[in-house]
């Protein structure tokens, strides 16, 4: 049967990276994930085992220790998805979901994000959806993933959806325990991974009739006004 923690965490430091720096990075995604960015300094230095003053001194500010989570955040979520979509293996499929409650602080943090709203917000989205472009081209390129005739509004369209449907859905459903991160996750994947995974590899629509004749709407000139003066 397959586990479903993997020997090697996603969202946390790997062995080699276990300085102090990684531990707070790694103890703000979950506090930030968990409590939103309103937490102060003290709560994420008492879950790393530091003091406040060790993490001004390796970030500057609470700002900046976002920065370093952002950049952590999307990073490896970009290694899961690119290592998953462009090789096309199941074995790869399989290790993701055996994966995904390591996973769950980084979709937490990522909910987080984009609830706070404002410039941050959108950064991180233009960033989600520019790492998504670069791993679905890789996909293309393997042979894994048909080609689009506009791969960046793909990629960003995607993004807005994935992230708008969980967003949605967890408004619609509520988790009890809003801390459970991994609860949270799956809940979530089992009421919509079937219907996802269908959508993205068996289609909708049995032929591109809708689709041609929209891009015929899009290639005709707009019909002259022939309206007589007056």
């Given at each position: 049967m397959l586990s479903m923690r993997s020997a090697e965490?996603?969202?946390a430091a790997p062995a080699g990276d276990l300085t102090a720096r990684a531990r707070i990075r790694d103890a703000a995604i979950q506090r930030f994930a968990?409590?939103?960015?309103?937490?102060?300094?003290?709560?994420?230095?008492?879950?790393?085992?530091?003091?406040?003053?060790l993490i001004l001194h390796h970030f500057g500010s609470k700002d900046g220790l976002r920065a370093a989570c952002d950049e952590h955040v999307l990073a490896s979520i970009r290694e899961v998805k690119s290592t998953t979509l462009r090789s096309?293996?199941?074995?790869?499929?399989?290790?993701?979901?055996?994966?995904?409650?390591?996973?769950?602080?980084?979709l937490g943090y990522a909910l987080r994000s984009l609830q706070s709203g404002g410039d941050l917000a959108r950064s991180?989205?233009?960033q989600f959806a520019a790492d998504a472009q670069a791993y679905m081209?890789?996909?293309?390129?393997?042979?894994?993933?048909?080609?689009?005739?506009?791969?960046?509004?793909?990629?960003?369209?995607?993004?807005?959806q994935g992230f708008g449907a969980l967003l949605l859905d967890l408004t619609l459903n509520p988790p009890d325990d809003p801390s459970d991160l991994v609860g949270v996750l799956h809940a979530y994947l089992d009421r919509t991974a079937v219907p996802t995974l269908e959508l993205y590899t068996e289609g909708l629509l049995t032929d591109t009739?809708?689709?041609d004749a929209y891009l015929l709407y899009q290639r005709e000139p707009s019909e002259p006004d022939v309206r007589a003066p007056g």
């Open positions: 965490t996603v969202g968990v409590a939103g960015f309103g937490v102060g300094v003290r709560s994420i230095a008492q879950d790393a085992g530091v003091s406040a003053a096309g293996d199941m074995g790869a499929v399989l290790l993701a979901l055996a994966s995904m409650d390591e996973s769950a602080p980084l991180f989205i233009d081209a890789d996909a293309v390129a393997a042979g894994v993933m048909r080609p689009s005739r506009d791969e960046q509004a793909r990629a960003r369209y995607l993004t807005v009739r809708m689709l």
